[in-house]
């Protein structure tokens, strides 16, 4: 059984993200639910470590002073880490990373450069867009103790829960601290890249590639999401890995009670009910299945709910725009909404219909848990991972068969008895919460 002085998990990505996003990702979302739970548990043994660009360090913070049990909110977590510096034009090296990928056309880099200081004196909130800080601290907020973080005592425990495979700092350190003795975690949320890569690209897919093969190099013990992940996992590794633990996430949705009642009276009186697909617009989403049902749906004479997808815009998505600009009797009963945050989440979740979730391939499914934790019924892709959320609570169809979603979805919108009868049974299932996750990746880490 060991005993760690300290658990340090790297946030170095949900820095990154935090400086081009206002609203958070599936695998940022649950890093920092696990850690604020985890650090619920060991108040006095979390931190959590960052690479700082700007001071070209690691530096190291108490968890329980960043605040992240409350909403997400990424200017409250970049004051409090220190990032959120009050001066009128952005830092230099964040406008440098920024013009990096325009170095080849010494017009366009110029042309972009001059549009990034333009934004600094008239457009301001446009800087998030670019990746960059507006330099606008968030008021009330103070910042947390800092520390630098050099030679990692072995007395450590260092935890990679995110997207560390793209941060060539975190991997040195992780592959230099387990050559040293020390024991390094690493959480992998998929292989997509590599399983799937028809849904990638070539560039992410070597990156990614590169990675994957260096897991045994940084990691003394390896955890993976969900069963499907361990498996493709344990396929691309085999022997060099030896055992990949499980590590299943939580339905819970933070800051929202299950079942709210108010949601349900709220849904049942609504004028223009809707059905809800949640996550990235992108193909490997496959929102495009949920368009050519509708449109069949159409032709027969249903009367179609209002389908609302909610979540930012992917890549690849040239089909789906397409279908909507050719089919206007599919696209007056479309809407979407870009980036919500957690409050317009819980608040489409409670007022949902029921739920859609077609994609093609996920390492875990969250939005799948999240509907349940609201007592939604869900239609599902019967791909990879996604029946292991909600096993029989929810029905599932091939994300490929057109027929199958298209009788599923009739029957949700027309058979109200078999919907409420689903969703009885859903509210009344014991569901998995973070703290319920916090405690496992607790057990399991102790154990090493």
């Not at 043994?45 to 700007?54: I, P, W």
């Not at 829960?161 to 003795?181: I, N, P, T």
């Not at 019924?377 to 996604?386: E, G, K, L, T």
Request: net charge positive; aromatic share 10%.
């Amino acid at each position: 059984m060991a005993s760690f002085q300290r658990i340090i998990f790297d946030i170095s990505d949900v820095v990154k993200y935090s400086i081009g996003n206002s609203s958070v990702s599936g695998i940022q979302r649950v890093q920092l639910k696990i850690i604020s739970n985890l650090s619920y548990i060991r108040p006095d043994q979390c931190f959590v470590s960052f690479f700082n660009e700007a001071a070209g360090a690691f530096e190291l913070v108490r968890a329980a002073d960043l605040g992240l049990d409350e909403d997400f909110d990424s200017e409250k977590i970049l004051a409090r880490l220190g990032l959120l510096r009050s001066c009128f034009f952005p830092e230099k090296f964040r406008v440098k990373r920024y013009l990096k990928s325009f170095e080849a056309n010494k017009v366009r880099r110029s042309w972009e450069k001059a549009k990034v200081y333009y934004c600094a004196v008239f457009m301001r909130d446009r800087l998030r867009r670019h990746g960059i800080l507006s330099g606008l601290p968030a008021s009330g907020i103070h910042e947390a103790p800092r520390t630098p973080l050099e030679l990692l005592p072995r007395s450590d425990l260092y935890l990679l829960l995110g997207s560390f495979w793209d941060y060539a700092e975190v991997m040195g350190a992780a592959k230099d601290y387990k050559k040293r003795g020390g024991d390094v975690v690493a959480l992998i949320h998929d292989l997509i890249p590599l399983v799937a890569s028809d849904f990638s690209t070539s560039g992410l897919n070597r990156v990614f590639s590169s990675f994957v093969y260096n897991i045994p190099d940084i990691a003394t013990k390896i955890l993976a999401v969900s069963r499907c992940t361990a498996q493709d996992v344990l396929k691309v590794l085999g022997k060099r890995v030896g055992n990949v633990e499980v590590l299943p996430l939580a339905h819970e949705f933070s800051g929202s009670l299950r079942n709210p009642a108010s949601t349900a009276s709220l849904r049942d009186s609504r004028d223009d009910p809707y059905a809800l697909c949640v996550g990235t617009i992108e193909i490997r989403k496959n929102g495009i299945m949920l368009l050519r049902a509708w449109a069949r749906l159409i032709e027969e004479g249903i009367s179609v709910p209002r389908l609302v997808f909610a979540g930012k815009f992917g890549w690849r998505i040239s089909n789906f725009k397409s279908y909507l600009s050719e089919n206007g009797a599919v696209a007056k009963k479309v809407t979407l909404i870009n980036s919500p945050n957690d409050t317009d989440l819980a608040a489409l979740y409670g007022g949902a219909k029921f739920c859609l979730f077609p994609s093609f391939y996920e390492g875990w499914g969250l939005p799948v848990g999240e509907a349940a934790w609201f007592g939604r019924y869900v239609i599902a892709s019967s791909a990879a991972s996604v029946p292991e959320v909600c096993g029989d609570l929810m029905d599932y169809a091939d994300p490929d068969d057109l027929n199958a979603w298209v009788g599923f979805i009739k029957r949700a919108i027309l058979d109200v008895e078999y919907v409420n009868s689903r969703e009885a049974r859903i509210s009344s299932s014991p569901l998995r919460s973070w703290r319920d996750v916090a405690v496992d990746l607790d057990a399991k880490i102790m154990s090493i």
